[in-house]
């Protein structure tokens, strides 16, 4: 008797463990799918907006990093301008709408006639650009990719603000996420 006793005792004890492993597994289970829906069913306004956050960050600081660099190498792509200079630089490998939007803002800029205007391309082909874009001013080339260098390859395209010594006083990018707030900086040249 005390064997069938022990038998049984020891299938409720075995039987209780399973028991507390199924449980362990359900509220695994559980959670893993509460995570899961709730990343997956994550507002999409709040995911591009956290993202959004995340590219600003990055670009705040490149621009950070620079803010009052002298650039060295534009005079030898474009020659000494005594003033103020708004400079666009730009790829090839740029994304057609940035670009587009750039160009636009570009000749807005020109058109104003307040500040000196220049369009620096690397990697690209200037005559299509020309063509493509709208652009009946000059577009330099930059083929060993110098101000990229000497900027340690920032985002492109970027609109520098230049002083009269070449020094970067303002950057901007006109990104789908910003091209508005980024318009109202230049704006205020």
């Not at 650039?71 to 730009?90: C, Q, T």
Request: proline share 2%; net charge positive; charged share 25%.
């Amino acid at each position: 008797m005390k064997f069938t006793n022990y038998t049984t005792m020891s299938k409720i004890i075995f039987e209780q463990k399973q028991m507390i492993k199924l449980v362990v597994m359900c509220i695994t289970s559980i959670l893993l799918a509460f995570l899961f829906c709730y990343r997956y069913f994550e507002t999409p306004q709040a995911s591009k907006n956290t993202y959004h956050k995340k590219i600003q960050e990055k670009i705040n600081k490149m621009r950070e990093s620079i803010t009052d660099k002298k650039l060295h190498s534009i005079s030898e792509i474009v020659g000494k301008i005594n003033k103020s200079k708004v400079l666009l630089l730009y790829t090839g490998y740029d994304c057609h709408e940035c670009l587009k939007e750039s160009f636009n803002y570009m000749r807005d800029i020109k058109s104003s006639n307040k500040i000196e205007v220049c369009v620096i391309a690397s990697e690209s082909n200037i005559g299509a650009d020309k063509i493509h874009y709208d652009y009946d001013g000059v577009i330099w080339s930059d083929p060993k990719n110098e101000i990229r260098k000497e900027l340690n390859y920032i985002l492109t395209p970027a609109f520098l603000m230049l002083d009269s010594g070449d020094t970067v006083r303002l950057a901007s990018w006109l990104l789908p996420t910003n091209q508005e707030e980024n318009k109202e900086e230049f704006t205020k040249i």
